[in-house]
Every structure is written in C-alpha cells, then in structure tokens.
C-alpha cells in the first residue's frame, strides 16, 4: 500500500519543484528587468537613462512603472524596440529642420483688467523628457493659477516645452522683472529656472545669440528682490528678436507667427518686453505688434525700470513652420487669422486674387522677387517680356532689410501671381490676396524637402495656390563652374550627405538661375488658369 501511494506522488512532486523552479527563475528575470528600468520600487520619478517615460501613459500607473511587474516589462521592452526604429527617423528629420535658414545677402549677425483668460496651451507627451531638468519639478505654495496649477487642479511647472522648438514659462503673483540682471522674481516657487523666450530651441546656433533669463523665488535667502519701481495691471509678456531675426523668414516662423499664437488672446491687454531689441526691427513691425498690445514695447534688457506685473509669460509657442495649428491655438485660430491681422496692421484692403487683376487694367499682375546676390536669375528682362506677351502685367521689386514693409506690403497685396528663387524673399507671400498663385522656383540639387518645409506647405493653409518650378541642370549656373562629371552635378545627394555647409555652399551661395522661357511661359499660363 505504502510503495504504490509513494509511486502516485513522486510525479506529483517533480511536478511541483519545476513549478516552484520556473516562478523563482521568473521572480529573477522581473528583479532583473526591475532594477533596469525603475530606480525605486514605488512612485519615484524614473533617471533621465531610462526609457520607461516612452511607455504610453495607460500603461503607468506613477511617475515610474511601480513594480515593473506582470506583463509591463514585456510591454516596454516590445514598445522600445519600435520606438528606437523612429527615433533615428526623428534625429534625421531634426538635423534636416535646424538647417533651415533663410540666408540673405545682408543678412545681420547672428492688464489687472478683465483680460480673457488663456486656452491651456496643448504640452505634448513628450515635452518633459525633452526640456531642460527644470521641466521635472512643478510649483509650490497658495491655490489656483498663481499656485501653478492648470483650471483641472494638477500641478504643472512654471516652464515647460510647448514643442521641440519653444519653451514657455508662466507665472502669476508677485512678478518683479529686472531686466538689467536678467532675473525675473516670482512668488511661489522653489526654485530657479532659467529659459531663453526664442522659438528655436532646437536650433545651438540661433540659440547662442538669445539672452538667458532666470526666474528667481521671490525672498529667497541671500537674494532680496528690488523694490517694484514700475507696476503693470496688465499681464506682461518677453519674447526675444535674437536668433536668426532680421532674417524676413526667421521674423515670421521663429518670432511674428508663435507671438500671434501666444497673444492674440488677450486682446490687446497685455505689454510686451522684448529682449535683444533692435530699434530698427521694432519699427518695422510696429503695425503687426500694435494689433496685438496696445501699449509700447519695452526694451528689457536696458530699461532701468524694475517692472512688476500680476502675471508673466516668456516665451512663445511654435506650431509649425509660417504656420498655426488651430486644435492647439487659444480660440482656435488658423494661419488665415495671422494673415488678417497683417492687413489690418498694414491698411491692405484687397482680400481676393482675380484673372482681371486689381490696378483696372483687366490683367493680372505678375510680381517677380528679384535678388542681387546668389540665386538670382540671369534672365530678368527676358522673363518680363515673355510674362507681358502672356497677358500679365509685370512688377519686379527686391525687397531687403532696408525695404519699407508697408509698401511692399501693399505692393504684394496688389500682385495675383508671385514668383521667386527659394529665398527669404518668398515670405512676403502672407500678404498675396487669397487665391494668388505663388511659384517657387527650386534651385538644381535635389533641395524639393527644404522648399516644401519652407512655402510649399505653408502655401495651402495660407490660402495660396502653390507651384513649384524646378531648375534643371541646363538652367543653372553650375553647370559653367564644374566639370560635367564633378559631384555637385551628377550625385546632388552625396553632398547632401556631407553636411549643411557643403549643401548650402555648392547649390545656395553659389547657384544662379537663367530660365528656359518655353518653360516659364507654361508655367505662367497654368498659373493664370488657377486663379479664380
């Protein structure tokens, strides 16, 4: 009896060791994967070299994956893998956008009212693991916004990305700004910040020339706050025309663009405090800030004022390039709102390009961008010429830094077709009537992705018919510089693979345009057939 009941339960018990075996060898592999990618068991923020923040947000159920238990390493490590294969995708793609600038030929070195309360700007699930180590801690003290809380009652911090490209800071209480310092004193808050109110956070080189600012608790030790020697009752708001301004591409995607994003909202009751202003920059757009504050710019770095205000913001919100994303805008403006506001700014009354043309001739009026420096087009007067011959009447103008912007403006505003070489003189495209037709012209050397990023895509929100006319090789200059077999003509990729400055060099500064007239008189009677 005995020997048979022994035999029943040995199975039993081999059974039972693998068992315990496999959950002890499972318990090892979780520990494992558990001191890998949490840096404590239970609600802890996880390190910077982790990659658990990738995990989607229902997935977590704390700052770090609690137990890093059950099937959720299996999860991350499965959601790793994908996210490293596009991760590749997007540091390309981001080398491809910071080298985006816009070269010229003189280009500069680098209210207490009842204002409208802000939409909460959308921060995208990412933008804490981008953002500087200032983004991971949040504000402390006293209730509601002042305390920095969101109207949803969660804590949010004082600065944070508002996208790879801008950081925004906000604050409310007792706001001292010394611009002389660079410091800003602000109640409630615990620690320092520090941020750079330019939109090309994604760009070192623009970066280098913006002025720092830090934010500073309000008493704190060893540090008293200057006395108020200026109060504001209206909101006030720093933004920076350092960077790459001065640039009319860079004027409107890093600085005009984001400000109108940022303050449209407040309807003009709130006061701007712009750092590293240029008098003469200031001037020109003068109009354009007028329809968003109704009070004067202050020169912050230089004013001797110490200014106080119940609440600060610094720092606008990119979208994207020459454009606004209406599902993330307060009020849900678009770019088409933008454009309104420049005519209003700058007195342009004609809202619609027509085939009968806006001067009474009964034509449309072509607007050639000329350029003196590179990629200009060798064939201007000829081009004119074929242009009268199809029925257009014809304005060459080059605009510059020097140029009146409300002239030119109007002068835009007055054209129904526009055509340039890629340059930052095709911005003047936000003041073409809707329905105009733009035609950029795309220098030889495989640039389609750089013109797209800059006005193609911009064009349709704008409202703009959009055309590319694109330089073969018998067109451009470069086929007089270089041998027929170099490089630079035969395999425009791999100088592209050699970097931006050999890009720019061999196809940017160094190539001009003559323009096969068949080609351009086809171009220009299909742009006649677009317009309403």
């Known amino acids: 009896m005995k020997p048979s009941m022994r035999s029943r339960q040995e199975p039993r018990r081999v059974s039972n060791g693998v068992i315990i075996g496999a959950m002890l060898l499972s318990l090892c592999v979780l520990s494992i994967v558990k001191a890998r990618y949490c840096a404590t068991p239970f609600g802890t923020a996880c390190p910077p070299s982790s990659p658990s923040h990738l995990i989607p947000f229902f997935l977590r159920s704390g700052p770090c994956v609690p137990s890093c238990g059950g099937e959720l390493p299996l999860l991350m490590m499965s959601l790793w893998s994908g996210v490293r294969a596009g991760k590749a995708e997007d540091q390309l793609q981001e080398q491809m956008n910071a080298s985006i600038r816009m070269e010229t030929d003189e280009s500069p070195a680098r209210t207490p009212g009842e204002e409208e309360e802000d939409e909460p700007e959308e921060v995208p699930s990412t933008a804490l693991a981008v953002t500087t180590p ?246 201007e007067r000829e081009m004119a010429r074929v242009a009268a011959e199809a029925g257009f009447e014809v304005r060459v103008a080059e605009p510059d830094q020097h140029t009146d912007m409300a002239t030119f403006a109007k002068l835009v505003n007055s054209a129904d077709v526009m055509i340039g070489v890629h340059g930052a003189g095709l911005t003047n495209m936000v003041f073409l009537p809707r329905g105009a037709v733009l035609i950029q012209v795309v220098p030889f050397g495989g640039l389609e992705w750089l013109t797209s990023v800059t006005f193609k895509d911009p064009a349709g929100d704008m409202e703009v018919n959009y055309m590319d006319y694109n330089v073969k090789l018998e067109e451009s200059s470069l086929i007089d510089q270089y041998p027929k077999n170099h490089q630079v003509l035969t395999d425009p990729y791999a100088v592209h693979k050699q970097g931006w400055d050999a890009l720019k060099t061999a196809y940017l500064d160094k190539q001009n345009i003559r323009v096969d007239l068949d080609r351009f008189k086809a171009t220009l009677q299909e742009a006649m057939s677009r317009l309403p």
């Open 134 to 379: 200032a983004a991971v801690s949040t504000t402390t003290g006293g209730k509601g916004r002042k305390a920095g809380k969101d109207r949803k009652g969660k804590a949010k911090p004082t600065c944070y990305m508002t996208s790879k490209r801008s950081e925004r800071c906000d604050a409310s209480g007792d706001i001292r700004v010394d611009g002389n310092r660079s410091t800003i004193y602000v109640s409630g808050i615990d620690r320092e910040w520090r941020t750079k109110p330019y939109a090309r956070y994604h760009d070192p080189v623009a970066m280098a020339h913006v002025r720092e600012y830090t934010l500073k608790p309000l008493g704190a030790a060893g540090d008293a706050a200057p006395a108020c020697t200026k109060n504001h009752s209206v909101p006030g708001f720093m933004f920076s025309n350092g960077g790459f301004s001065g640039n009319l591409y860079h004027d409107y995607t890093d600085v005009l663009v984001p400000l109108f994003i940022s303050t449209h909202q407040f309807k003009g009751r709130v006061k701007f405090l712009l750092s590293g202003m240029k008098p003469w920059w200031v001037a020109k757009f003068t109009p354009f800030f007028q329809q968003l504050t109704r009070y004067d710019v202050i020169d912050v770095d230089n004013d001797q004022e110490v200014h106080c205000f119940p609440r600060i913001l610094i720092g606008a919100t990119f979208h994207k390039d020459m454009g606004v994303d209406p599902r993330r805008s307060p009020g849900h403006v678009s770019v088409v709102d933008f454009k309104r506001a420049l005519r209003r700014a700058f007195g342009l009354e004609r809202e619609a390009a027509s085939r009968g043309g806006a001067t009474g001739t009964g034509k449309p009026r072509l607007l050639i961008i000329s350029r003196r420096g590179s990629r200009r087009f060798l064939n």
